[in-house]
């Protein structure tokens, strides 16, 4: 920002170099000019009322000069006109044109235009402002992006010199970060001539680590009574370093879940997702952050929710092995039976006639008997062996095969003892026929 003196002795200070198109705003930020700007420098200037609309637009040649101005038919006359545009060459009025809302050029009568006149304001080049009072002033520039810049401005026109100064700040937005005062001041001669006034009571940056005030003092160098301090104030408002907090609704469902949901926020939040489904108990930690960048957090829990346990799926019990009949145990024939009763018999028949064969009758006869009788206990008791074969389970075919050997072995057994016993049977009783025939004769 330049100062310079106008004919008057007053400080004039300059916009022209601004590099981007940005918002002029008052005290309290309102819109008042939107300043655009094209090859670095400032070409037109829209002037807005209280609703942001535009009231009249100024244009400005390379060399800041007006060459033209448009007006808005903002009164109640000559309603076919929407707009009016002032043409400006070295200075003085050349033209002036007239639309309709359509944008199309349209004639009017001169009674029309006079009545239109009342619109044409004098305006002054509004790059330039001039400081007519001794006092502060603020000029406040918003770009496009939000960023905004502040120059704060003194001036004292008391002394025989005039002291002026400007605060601009580093941050200016909404921000959880330190921000720099910087100040620049100026002691400026009835010539024009501007030199640095010296700062007293700090350099000419000051850090705010917290919203509040610092005042800068400064004077003219050449002053070395401290005869005429002057003092400007900086001001910060807009830093926040407080993380936000808010609260956690739950909120049950129907299906056994809970909802956990945030709520009441101490400020304006950003956060992807408020919501938060618990499927099962534990916890959950919202995020987010305030329009500063400060992050807050909290944490939902939940211990209420009751699934049912799983009952564990019984094990697959296998389909038995189906196992083949054993072979049933061997029996004596009944013709057996009948050759051993009929030798019986006849041995008791020849018994009757000699007492010592008969003995030897009955030995024989006894030891038939037995044989007969072990016989019959073996067909009716089963061997220890075929019992315990017969208790146990068959194992596999092997064990099997093993089992039929043996039965087969032991029915060939038993059919050789007994076809011994009726061979020695019929023996004995030939032998007994043939001696008493002997002794007959």
């Known amino acids: 920002m330049d100062y310079e003196l106008d004919e008057n002795k007053k400080v004039v200070i300059s916009l022209d170099d601004i590099s981007e198109d940005v918002y002029l705003l008052d005290k309290n930020n309102a819109k008042i000019n939107f300043i655009e700007v094209k090859d670095g420098k400032a070409n037109k200037i829209s002037y807005l009322d209280k609703n942001s609309e535009v009231t009249k637009i100024v244009e400005v040649d390379s060399n800041g000069s007006i060459d033209k101005i448009t007006y808005k038919n903002t009164s109640n006359k000559v309603p076919q006109v929407d707009t009016f545009t002032t043409i400006i060459t070295n200075g003085e009025v050349t033209s002036e044109d007239y639309y309709d809302e359509d944008g199309k050029l349209i004639t009017i009568t001169e009674a029309e235009k006079e009545s239109l006149k009342t619109l044409n304001t004098t305006v002054s080049n509004p790059l330039e402002y001039t400081l007519e009072t001794s006092g502060d002033y603020e000029f406040k520039l918003l770009d496009k992006a939000e960023n905004l810049t502040i120059k704060s401005i003194k001036v004292n026109y008391n002394n025989d010199v005039i002291l002026a100064s400007d605060i601009s700040y580093n941050i200016t937005k909404l921000t959880n970060k330190d921000v720099d005062a910087q100040i620049n001041a ?3 001669e009835e010539d024009g001539q501007k030199s640095n006034a010296q700062i007293l009571n700090s350099e000419t940056k000051y850090t705010f680590s917290e919203n509040g005030t610092f005042t800068f003092n400064y004077k003219n160098s050449k002053d070395k009574d401290d005869y005429n301090v002057e003092v400007h104030t900086a001001s910060v408002t807009w830093i926040d370093k407080v993380a936000p907090r808010a609260e956690v609704k739950y909120t049950a469902l129907d299906n056994g879940n809970v ?14 997702n408020r919501e938060y489904v618990f499927t099962e108990n534990g916890s959950f930690t919202f995020e987010f952050v305030d329009m500063a960048g400060n992050k807050g957090y909290a944490t939902a829990v939940v211990d209420s929710i009751k ?10 019990v296998p389909d038995p092995i189906p196992q083949p009949n054993p072979d049933p145990k061997p029996t004596l024939k009944p013709d057996d039976n009948k050759n051993n009763n ?6 008791k028949n020849y018994g009757s006639s000699n007492n010592t064969n008969t003995s030897n009758k009955d030995d024989i006869s006894s030891s038939d008997d037995k044989t007969s009788e ?15 074969s017969n208790d146990k389970k068959p194992e596999g075919n092997k064990t099997e095969t093993n089992s039929r050997e043996e039965e087969k072995n032991k029915s060939s057994i038993l059919k050789y003892i007994i076809c011994i016993s ?20």
């Open 307 to 316: 699934k049912e346990e799983e009952k564990p799926n019984p094990e697959p």
């Open 259 to 272: 909802k956990a949901t945030l709520i009441n926020e101490s400020e304006a939040i950003n956060i992807i």
């Open 186 to 188: 100026y002691v400026i």
């Open 342 to 347: 009929s030798n019986s018999t006849s041995n």
């Open 374 to 388: 072990n016989e019959n206990k073996d067909k009716d008791k089963p061997s220890k062996d075929e019992s315990s």
């Open 422 to 441: 009726v061979i020695i049977v019929l023996l004995v009783g030939i032998a007994y026929f043939l001696v008493n025939k002997n002794r007959a004769i």
